[in-house]
């Protein structure tokens, strides 16, 4: 028989030795039992003329087949004679007459047992002794089968299971990051310490301006850490009034103040097996910070009014935006507290330090706000990206973004134009940069940006062919040097002069005239 076989699972291959076995040993049974290394043997494979749907999952106790024990443990195989007295191996299930055939062998590798090879056959005396010996030796063989079989399928499901894990983790961490918009090296710093202490109890201080996105830092750490599936519970320190603040965060028992109707409980323990977010946390009255000193420090605290200490298990994630040195030196911040809370600080850059990412921000925005409002037909005009650009943004990326809602409703479906951002009110935005790789990639990601495209879309090729054409005028048409184009724009020269080609740029048009 000519059989081309690439790749065999373990089923068809024990079906396949199987009936090679058949043309040497005339068999009507032949069945592979797994032993659990216990007191059970398990059907694995059958074959022949007797073999049915009765054997599928089949056991035998060794408890009550002492014989098949004995057999076991003795390691060689065994022809039962007609003289001999004994119960057949599946009479519980198939019926066999009086005096058949009978072999078994024990499966055996080195030290360990395998399993057991059966073969029956309702005529006696169709086993010939002799082949006791080639018996033994195929046992051996389905024996290491076998073994190699457990060893591929562990290793089968490891890989499908790291597969998954890292899968998982990869999704997770997409999701994670949702909020969490750039690509600056400033900002890829950050996304590495949110990554780094993520896996870990620390508590994790995030020091940063208004508007930066401390929240959503402290949500990232949540939501790649173990407790992703618990609360996170934030707490914002600054809205918390003196005479309150103790219950809000600890609760209260029932008649502990006036008011107090019933027992409540405070963030602390709502936020027990999960994380519990301090925004804020410079803002917090002095008074309430012993307290949260000996609760982060022993995980027990008691309940106002209340006498009976609770025990929670709670990460925490603090946020300010003062200067906590600062704060210690003038009193109004406990200099212990501050080294509970700072195990790993994560300081979060304005956004006029990563002004690279605000092209990426204004787009996701834009693209958000389109998405969400059904508006496919809002787009910038040339004038209002540069504005964009050019901004520094005091209220850093809280600020562009309500600027990017404001501008969407004024503009309703069409395009939004400087006026409607409501930057003349920032009498301190900076001269627009300087044009670079950075901003010219920028411009091109705006016109393939989903939603960008079509009739309205904002022409910012042509704003890039003419920063080219400016800095070729300047440099003469000299591409190469630092005096060059390229050095101007900030351009590799080989990028600068694909970019020429591509927007059809003569470089001779700028040539200087030679000199007789």
Same mark, same amino acid.
């Given at each position: 028989?000519?059989?081309?076989?690439?790749?065999?699972?373990?089923?068809?291959?024990?079906?396949?030795?199987?009936?090679?076995?058949?043309?040497?040993?005339?068999?009507?049974?032949?069945?592979?039992?797994?032993?659990?290394?216990?007191?059970?043997?398990?059907?694995?494979?059958?074959?022949?003329?007797?073999?049915?749907?009765?054997?599928?999952?089949?056991?035998? !106790?060794?408890?009550?087949?002492?014989?098949? $024990?004995?057999? =076991?443990?003795? #390691?060689?195989?065994? /022809?039962? @004679? %007609? &003289?001999?007295?004994?119960?057949?191996?599946?009479?519980?299930?198939?019926?066999?007459?009086?005096?058949?055939?009978?072999?078994?062998?024990?499966?055996?590798?080195?030290?360990?047992?395998?399993?057991?090879?059966?073969?029956?056959?309702?005529?006696?005396?169709?086993?010939?002794?002799?082949?006791?010996?080639?018996?033994?030796?195929?046992?051996?063989?389905?024996?290491?089968?076998?073994?190699?079989?457990?060893? !591929?399928?562990?290793?089968?499901?490891?890989? $499908?299971?790291? =597969?998954?894990? #890292?899968?998982?983790? /990869?999704? @997770? %961490? &997409?999701?994670?990051?949702?909020?969490?918009?750039?690509?600056?090296?400033?900002?890829?710093?950050?996304?590495?310490?949110?990554?780094?202490?993520?896996?870990?109890?620390?508590?994790?201080?995030?020091?940063?301006?208004?508007?930066?996105?401390?929240?959503?830092?402290?949500?990232?750490?949540?939501?790649?850490?173990?407790?992703?599936?618990?609360?996170?519970?934030?707490?914002?320190?600054?809205?918390?009034?003196? !005479?309150?603040?103790?219950?809000?965060?600890?609760?209260?028992?029932?008649?502990?103040?006036?008011?107090? /109707?019933?027992?409540?409980?405070?963030?602390?323990?709502?936020?027990?097996?999960?994380?519990?977010?301090?925004?804020?946390?410079?803002?917090?009255?002095?008074?309430?910070?012993?307290?949260?000193?000996?609760?982060?420090?022993?995980?027990?605290?008691?309940?106002?009014?209340?006498?009976?200490?609770?025990?929670?298990?709670?990460?925490?994630?603090?946020?300010?935006?003062?200067?906590?040195?600062?704060?210690?030196?003038?009193?109004?911040?406990?200099?212990?507290?501050?080294?509970?809370?700072?195990?790993?600080?994560?300081?979060?850059?304005?956004?006029?330090?990563?002004?690279?990412?605000?092209?990426?921000?204004?787009?996701?925005?834009?693209?958000?706000?389109?998405?969400r409002t059904g508006n496919s037909g809002l787009h910038f005009t040339e004038q209002a990206f540069q504005a964009i650009l050019a901004h520094p943004w005091p209220g850093n990326v809280r600020e562009l973004k309500n600027a990017l809602e404001r501008a969407a409703i004024l503009a309703g479906s069409g395009e939004i134009r400087p006026e409607h951002l409501g930057l003349r009110l920032y009498p301190l935005?900076?001269?627009?940069?300087?044009?670079?790789?950075?901003?010219a990639s920028a411009a091109e990601r705006q016109t393939a940006y989903p939603g960008a495209a079509g009739e309205g879309a904002l022409p910012l090729q042509g704003t890039i062919k003419k920063r080219i054409e400016e800095a070729l005028e300047t440099s003469g048409g000299k591409i190469y040097g630092p005096d060059g184009a390229a050095a101007a724009l900030n351009l590799k020269p080989s990028t600068l002069?694909?970019?020429?080609?591509?927007?059809?740029?003569?470089?001779?048009?700028?040539?200087?005239?030679?000199?007789?």
């Amino acid at each position: 028989m000519d059989t081309n076989i690439s790749v065999v699972d373990s089923d068809a291959m024990l079906e396949l030795i199987l009936q090679s076995i058949q043309k040497l040993i005339d068999y009507e049974l032949a069945v592979i039992l797994r032993y659990d290394g216990q007191e059970t043997l398990s059907v694995t494979k059958a074959a022949g003329p007797l073999a049915d749907a009765t054997l599928a999952g089949y056991t035998i !106790s060794l408890k009550h087949r002492r014989d098949l $024990a004995a057999i =076991l443990q003795g #390691r060689r195989p065994h /022809l039962f @004679s %007609e &003289s001999e007295d004994h119960i057949d191996t599946y009479a519980d299930i198939i019926n066999l007459p009086l005096n058949h055939s009978c072999l078994v062998s024990p499966l055996v590798l080195g030290d360990d047992t395998v399993g057991l090879l059966t073969f029956d056959h309702r005529m006696c005396n169709r086993f010939n002794p002799q082949i006791i010996g080639f018996i033994e030796m195929i046992s051996t063989l389905v024996a290491a089968l076998l073994v190699q079989f457990d060893v !591929s399928n562990e290793l089968i499901e490891r890989t $499908a299971r790291l =597969l998954s894990e #890292r899968n998982s983790l /990869l999704a @997770s %961490e &997409s999701n994670a990051f949702r909020n969490l918009i750039g690509n600056s090296p400033q900002w890829v710093r950050v996304l590495d310490s949110i990554r780094l202490v993520a896996a870990t109890e620390a508590p994790v201080l995030v020091l940063g301006e208004t508007g930066t996105g401390k929240e959503e830092v402290a949500r990232a750490v949540h939501r790649l850490s173990s407790r992703v599936d618990r609360p996170f519970v934030p707490v914002n320190c600054s809205a918390l009034s003196t !005479s309150l603040a103790e219950s809000e965060l600890f609760g209260h028992e029932k008649g502990s103040f006036t008011g107090a /109707l019933a027992m409540r409980k405070g963030r602390f323990e709502l936020a027990d097996k999960g994380t519990l977010f301090l925004d804020e946390v410079g803002d917090l009255p002095m008074e309430l910070q012993p307290k949260l000193l000996r609760t982060l420090s022993d995980g027990i605290f008691e309940r106002v009014g209340g006498e009976k200490p609770v025990k929670v298990d709670v990460r925490i994630i603090a946020a300010t935006n003062i200067d906590l040195a600062k704060a210690i030196q003038d009193g109004r911040f406990r200099e212990d507290l501050y080294y509970r809370l700072s195990v790993f600080p994560i300081a979060l850059p304005p956004l006029r330090e990563r002004t690279s990412d605000i092209e990426m921000l204004a787009l996701h925005f834009l693209n958000s706000i389109k998405e969400r409002t059904g508006n496919s037909g809002l787009h910038f005009t040339e004038q209002a990206f540069q504005a964009i650009l050019a901004h520094p943004w005091p209220g850093n990326v809280r600020e562009l973004k309500n600027a990017l809602e404001r501008a969407a409703i004024l503009a309703g479906s069409g395009e939004i134009r400087p006026e409607h951002l409501g930057l003349r009110l920032y009498p301190l935005a900076r001269q627009a940069p300087r044009p670079s790789a950075n901003l010219a990639s920028a411009a091109e990601r705006q016109t393939a940006y989903p939603g960008a495209a079509g009739e309205g879309a904002l022409p910012l090729q042509g704003t890039i062919k003419k920063r080219i054409e400016e800095a070729l005028e300047t440099s003469g048409g000299k591409i190469y040097g630092p005096d060059g184009a390229a050095a101007a724009l900030n351009l590799k020269p080989s990028t600068l002069q694909s970019k020429m080609k591509k927007l059809g740029i003569q470089r001779e048009r700028f040539l200087a005239p030679r000199r007789e």
